[in-house]
Nanobody, 122 residues
């Protein structure tokens, strides 16, 4: 059974930083691409960042480029999202997801975590 468990969310002031973690089990993590998505209240779930199976190649939404960094530790079966210079508009529930493909498309992801809330106060 595949499990993705996010942690690290919370309340932070604008301009601050948070690091999200997603611990994976039940899948071959070292060959999986991983992604982070977010969903704000009343909005659709949107792509934030993705990383290929080896961790060498990454992709970011324009809205977070230069502020967020995705990384993957295959030894720990964990993917991270370092979020710096946070803005009020980054407030959302953040989800990690696993895929066979390196992709920004929601439909490419087979497994999802339960989400962690990030709230940025202005």
């Amino acid at each position: 059974q595949v499990q993705l468990v996010e942690s690290g969310g919370g309340l932070v002031q604008a301009g601050g930083s948070l690091r999200l973690s997603c611990a994976a089990s039940g899948l071959t993590f070292r060959t999986s691409a991983m992604g982070w998505f977010r969903q704000a209240t009343g909005r659709e779930r949107e792509f934030v960042a993705s990383i290929n199976w080896s961790g060498v190649t990454t992709n970011y939404a324009d809205s977070v480029k230069g502020r967020f960094t995705i990384s993957k530790d295959n030894a720990k079966n964990t993917v991270y999202l370092q979020m710096n210079s946070l803005k009020a508009e980054d407030t959302a529930v953040y989800y990690c997801a696993a895929s066979r493909y390196f992709s920004p498309a929601r439909g490419a992801y087979d497994f999802w975590g339960q989400g962690t809330q990030v709230t940025v106060s202005s």
